[in-house]
């Protein structure tokens, strides 16, 4: 049985109707599952509540994605590998773009004619929308990179950022490097060719303002874009102008280290070792998630689970006949650990019985 809790039950509201009816079979072993953020809570609750549930696969899990546990730039240049990697001149052109961008927008009708060159809806009132805009499609780009074609954000093929890095490369000589840029992006806004144009809020389907709302309560995640390692613009982390934002938008003031205080994430391997058991970290190094998770086993029965050429909890998509060898045999692990874990339960559960 697989069971897919929501963040559906607040208050007096409760699963089926009644606590009666919700906990009359409350003995059986409880595995957890979460990828991203669900990832996250399936960790936390092993630590918080191992009474509760005997195990967790935590996927795509970046615990360490706070305070200064691990570098701020970490995120951004995972992303910008992930475009090195498939080509140097199709990052060098994504890296260049951004001030070809910021000259156009600062001409005469330069607002307009960026409008045109991008293809959208309305028009543009300010470049900071265009390169935010983008921003979320490269860092999506790197998070979706799978082998096979998806529709998890938007329809994309197999190895999308190869594909995005093909078209902005293979632009007839002259081309310019904003015309490449929106070259490459229509491969994550427009991929089926259906849009005659875009609107810049309508990222994809995701949820981002509830996102949006945790990052300014609780999940508050230090990002900055280094110098060399980032295709982005660079900047740093500044949490003075995040807790401006936050406060702005929802009124909310930023609590930097609630996760750390609550969870732990300080000296994580010493904390798992002596707190911790039966959990699988697995990670994809083509997420660009994957640098704040753990990477590392940590003892017998924490383990991690990492693939060079893995993405977003690609473990917990359904399977296809697209999936790689590697995804096949990682999955076979975790079912063997699991099904370890079991396997343990029971025998401790019949030998206390038989006493």
């Known amino acids: 049985m ?8 607040y208050g007096e509201s409760m699963p089926y109707g009644s606590k009666e ?6 003995s059986c072993p409880v595995v957890l599952f979460g990828g991203s953020y669900g990832g996250m809570l399936a960790a936390w609750m092993r630590l918080k509540y191992p009474h509760i549930a005997i195990g967790a696969l935590a996927s795509s899990a970046p615990i360490l994605q706070f305070e200064d546990i691990v570098p701020p730039e970490t995120f951004y240049d995972i992303v910008s590998e ?14 260049e773009s951004w001030d070809a961008l910021i000259a156009e927008g600062q001409k005469h009708n330069g607002l307009l004619q ?6 959208l809806c309305g028009e543009l ?17 790197a998070m979706v990179n799978y082998p096979y074609a998806s529709e998890f954000l938007m329809p994309l093929p197999g190895h999308p950022i190869r594909e995005v890095c093909r078209r902005i490369d293979g632009c007839p000589d002259g081309t310019s490097t904003l015309e490449r840029i929106f070259e490459g992006i229509s491969v994550y806004y427009n991929y089926t060719g259906k849009a005659d144009c875009f609107e810049l809020e309508d990222y994809s389907d995701v949820g981002t303002d509830g996102w949006n709302w945790q990052a300014c309560t609780e999940m508050v995640m230090p990002m900055s874009s280094s110098r060399d390692g980032s295709m982005f613009q660079t900047y740093d982390y500044n949490f003075s102008s995040f807790q401006e934002e936050c406060w702005k938008d929802f009124k909310a003031k930023p609590r930097p280290t609630w996760i750390t205080t609550e969870f732990g994430g300080h000296d994580i391997k010493a904390t798992l070792e002596k707190f911790g058991s039966n959990i699988i970290f697995s990670n994809g190094l083509l997420d660009p998630w994957s640098g704040g998770s753990v990477l590392k086993n940590v003892s017998e029965s924490i383990v991690a689970l990492v693939t060079e050429e893995g993405a977003h909890h690609i473990d917990l998509r359904f399977s296809t006949k697209g999936d790689p060898e590697w995804l096949i045999e990682q999955r076979a692990t975790e079912i063997k650990l699991i099904q370890g874990w079991l396997d343990n339960f029971y025998q401790e559960k019949k030998a206390a019985f038989d006493m």
Do not use: G, M
Request: glycine content about 0%; overall charge positive.
């Open 2 to 9: 697989v069971l897919f809790p929501e963040h559906r039950y």
């Open 21 to 26: 009816v919700a906990y009359k079979n409350a």
């Open 82 to 95: 992930d475009f090195r990697r498939e080509s140097s001149s199709c990052f060098n052109t994504i890296k």
């Open 114 to 119: 960026l409008t045109k060159t991008f293809h």
């Open 125 to 141: 009132k300010k470049t900071e929308d265009l390169v935010n805009w983008l921003e979320s499609a490269y860092s999506y780009l």
